[in-house]
DNA sequence: CAATATCAGAACAGGTCTGTTGCGTTCCGC
DNA sequence: GCGGAACGCAACAGACCTGTTCTGATATTG
């Protein structure tokens, strides 16, 4: 017995998964809470049984996480001649996946419960938040070594001024008429020259 | 029969008014959702009879109301002499707001769940959102006007890059270690100045 | 064909929440 | 002191969700 032999009986519709995991993007994009929502009306909208989803999930949590992994893709990296470019380039795919309604009302229903699902919020922050903002810090520690960035900035604080003003936009749903280039440009450029009035 | 008369009987305990809105901000502040949260819990909470909640509000949204209306307070108006200070000290009260960890979990919890309480939403908007924005704007524009900011940037989108990075702690949760003053004059600051180097 | 695991559908008990009703009690104005 | 209203407490039916169990049908391996 080989443990890569197939086990007898009959296979998993591989569709269930992928049904359950769009039911419950749809569920929560149109206002249902994570705790809230019931395997009953998950499996309705799935148009799937139950049953079907006891059988692959324990809980709902388990189910969540498989959520969570599918609206993860992890970052590109560009080479871009400058920081500039590269900083509007990720802030662009940032806005993209922000403009995905479904995701972003699944991370936001996230956030709103994170005590309740602990151990969803903490994937969160290490598969998609972590990976993400360390590509964020290279490029600007780039920028500074290059002397294209002030040297005296804190990388840290660089980026959350970089990557706050979509993720407010996100919080609050606000997404509509944001245009991922035309914005992501618009943030880099604010924070490259500054508001000063040049003779103050 | 006069309109302002006391009606006959018994009156409102006043108290159960105020321990309902405690309950409510003590619940959501504990991982609770909105649409989750039930009158028998809340009444628990409370100390008090689920008959008295429903004498005095017909529908949970309406308690919410109230509770929303508890956590408001009109923004006060500086007059310092550069828009830089008056920028700041209103960042800094804000911060001040999301440092409060009930409120900013119930805002949060509004947030995830505006479909489902669009009244409520509605509400958060008019009353709370645009108020504070608009004193953030007449600042903008009075810094503009003296020639203390440059005269080509967007009033909206400036005042956007300041107060999303408290926005964005406040939806993460992420605000422990957030000093008013300090974080107000750092986001201030590094958007007057911006990063890019000066040789550049 | 036999064994096995999946499928959809239905049923069940046990729990919770809602909205309403009833009871006796407490407070308040007249 | 009397009526009226709010109080706490308890009960109720109706609805929903959960976790489990059963059926009969279907698919897959050996």
Chains 1, 2 share one sequence.
């Not at 903002?133 to 780039?142: D, K, P």
């Amino acid at each position: 017995m080989q443990p890569s032999e197939r086990p007898a009986g009959r296979q998993r519709d591989p569709r269930t998964q992928a049904a359950a995991v769009e039911a419950v993007l749809d569920l929560i994009s149109e206002g249902a809470t994570l705790s809230g929502l019931s395997l009953v009306t998950i499996a309705e909208r799935a148009g799937v049984s139950r049953n079907s989803l006891y059988r692959r999930w324990k809980t709902k949590d388990d189910l969540y996480l498989d959520v969570l992994a599918a609206i993860n893709q992890s970052p590109p990296t560009f080479d871009s001649p400058t920081a500039r470019e590269d900083l509007a380039a990720h802030l662009a795919i940032l806005i993209e996946r922000t403009l995905n309604t479904r995701a972003s009302s699944m991370l936001r229903a996230l956030l709103a419960e994170a005590r309740a699902f602990p151990e969803l919020h903490r994937r969160y922050f290490a598969e998609i938040v972590t990976p993400r903002r360390e590509v964020m810090y290279r490029i600007i520690r780039r920028g500074i070594a290059t002397g294209e960035i002030r040297p005296d900035v804190d990388v840290a604080f660089v980026n959350e001024m970089l990557v706050a003003p979509i993720l407010a936009r996100m919080s609050s749903g606000a997404t509509e008429g944001l245009d991922p280039d035309k914005a992501s440009r618009r943030i880099v450029e604010l924070l490259y020259d500054g508001i000063q009035a040049a003779g103050a």
